[in-house]
């Protein structure tokens, strides 16, 4: 009956039937983003991922997160259902070129990751000075 319930109440991401070459699962993690004045405010669930587990690059304009999250195995115990899955979590987002990409900020706390994109300033106009050669 546990390998019913284990497999009927599992459902998978596009992320994880994508991923055939991994050995884990790979989870697209559930993010909210919300905007202020002065930046963009990005939500990431990562359950079971260890701050110094996560890996947050930005190249060119994509932004990616990655996330290892550690196996839970508990002494005295042996698991007959599971809902929650290990493995590890990846998400890309192409950003605007209106983000301030040396002063993001990035924490995690209780499972949820917080990445602070600031908006950067707007161009100011400037005079070029023509040169007669």
């Given at each position: 009956m546990a390998n019913e319930l284990q497999q009927s109440g599992q459902q998978s991401t596009p992320a994880e039937r994508a991923q055939r070459t991994r050995v884990r699962r790979v989870f697209t993690p559930r993010t909210d983003i919300y905007e202020t004045k002065d930046a963009i405010i990005l939500l990431a669930e990562i359950p079971g991922v260890a701050p110094d587990a996560v890996d947050i690059t930005l190249d060119k304009?994509?932004?990616t997160?990655?996330?290892?999250?550690?196996?839970q195995d508990y002494d005295g115990y042996r698991r007959v259902y599971t809902e929650y899955a290990d493995g590890d979590f990846e998400r890309n987002f192409t950003l605007s070129d209106?983000?301030?990409r040396d002063r993001i900020e990035a924490t995690q706390s209780n499972g949820i990751?917080?990445?602070v994109l600031p908006k950067a300033e707007p161009a100011k106009a400037k005079k070029i000075q023509v040169k007669s050669v």
């Open positions: 304009r994509v932004l997160i990655q996330g290892r999250a550690a196996v209106d983000i301030d990751l917080r990445l």
